[in-house]
């Protein structure tokens, strides 16, 4: 079977045509992945303004989707199953993917398959890699999420840990506008950081000893004892607070609260420091990742690590993953470059995975801003 997959969560409007190949061990291949990206018009704002991406959306779906099915060499009626990402994301740009997908499957009388955006990032790894050696331990990373879910079973995602406030690509995205590097924060803090000393600044990294009081589900409870399960959350805000204060000292910037936050005092730094900053900043965030993830995988016994979503597509974090992996003895799976960030491929994968397991669903699903992914 073939399916058609639409994306459309935050800013880049994408669709693709994954195909079923029949071998358990590599279960689907790529036919097309097309992908518009909003970032022009967001870079404007300093980020993603949700009425402009879903009115982007609606300009750019029907052309994405026609050059996905032309690149795929296929028609329309070749296609077994609609795939969409439900949510989470900005609800007005999911509305756009959902009500297109509904639309499309409705008029084939094919059936549309909703599909967790992270469940979309999880199974990027299988896509590129074929099926994880289980258990696994996979870190989900990405402009809106820094979680971690254990994998025993094909498609059962269990979270074991997440972030109690920004995700690590908000962070990068945050401290980009801070030393005027521009939108998305990213990729140009990781380009930045290349000329930079990663000594240079000892930023902080958040070590969590209390209980999240705010979230009583206990991720990991009965997986991992108290303390560890603690250990593996994440927390990005003070490293951010950290380099927003750093700046200010460097710039005599006027401590103006929030008005300073969502300034770019940094800019008026020589290039050598904001590197230095970049290369210091990047350093914290790609050690408490890869600590947490593969302390994790340790109490867990996983068999393999994977690292998904836009984050992965970081080089420091490649690297410095595949090393650590080398030196416990634990493959490590990412995504090439083109999988890691957003796209409709990792959707059309999820999508069949969940077709296969569970059928498609009922009609009546709507566009959900925020949604859990936890046991299916
Ligand atoms: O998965 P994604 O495309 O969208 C979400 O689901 O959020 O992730 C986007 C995030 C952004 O925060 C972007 O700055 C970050 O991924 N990102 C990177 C890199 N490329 C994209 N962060 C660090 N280094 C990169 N090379
Ligand atoms: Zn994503």
Redesign the pocket.
């Known amino acids: 079977m073939m399916v058609l997959a639409i994306e459309t969560?935050?800013d880049e409007t994408a669709a693709a045509v994954v195909a079923e190949t029949g071998d358990a061990r590599r279960p689907w291949q790529i036919r097309s992945s097309v992908v518009a990206s909003q970032a022009a018009i967001h870079r404007e704002w300093g980020g993603v303004v949700p009425e402009l991406a879903s009115r982007q959306h609606v300009r750019d779906i029907c052309g994405v989707f026609e050059a996905a099915l032309g690149e795929a060499a296929v028609t329309v009626d070749e296609i077994g199953a609609v795939a969409v990402t439900q949510g989470p994301g900005l609800v007005g740009s999911l509305l756009v993917g959902v009500a297109f997908a509904k639309a499309l499957a409705w008029s084939l009388g094919i059936p549309v398959v909703p599909v967790h955006?992270l469940a979309g990032?999880i199974e990027s790894l299988t896509l590129a890699h074929g099926e994880l050696p289980l258990p696994a331990a996979v870190l989900v990373v990405?402009?809106?999420?820094t979680s971690l879910y254990l994998i025993s079973e094909p498609g059962q995602y269990r979270l074991i840990g997440r972030t109690r406030d920004d995700a690590a690509?908000?962070a990068?995205?945050k401290v980009a506008k801070l030393l005027g590097l521009g939108y998305?924060?990213?990729?140009a803090?990781?380009r930045v950081a290349r000329g930079g000393n990663d000594r240079a600044v000892e930023f902080p990294a958040a070590r969590l000893t209390h209980a999240d009081r705010n979230d009583p589900r206990a991720t990991a409870a009965g997986l991992l004892p108290a303390e560890v399960a603690r250990r593996i959350d994440f927390s990005f805000s003070g490293l951010k607070t950290a380099v927003l204060r750093l700046v200010r000292e460097r710039t005599g910037a006027a401590p103006a609260g929030k008005a300073a936050a969502t300034g770019s005092a940094g800019a008026a730094l020589p290039p050598s420091e904001v590197a230095d900053i970049c290369a210091s900043f990047q350093r914290v965030v790609v050690e408490t990742l890869l600590d947490r993830t593969f302390e994790a995988a340790r109490w867990l016994g996983a068999r393999s690590v994977g690292i998904a979503?836009?984050?992965s597509?970081?080089?420091r974090l490649r690297a410095d993953a595949e090393a650590r992996g080398a030196r416990v003895g634990i493959p490590v799976m990412i995504p090439p470059i083109a999988l890691s960030?957003?796209n409709a491929a990792m959707i059309g994968a999820a999508g069949l995975r969940r077709f296969r397991d569970a059928g498609p669903g009922s009609w009546d699903f709507n566009a959900e801003a925020s949604l859990p992914l936890e046991l299916r």
């Open positions: 969560s935050c955006h990032h990405s402009g809106g999420h690509g908000e990068y995205d998305p924060g990213g990729p803090i990781d979503g836009g984050v597509a970081n080089t960030t957003d």
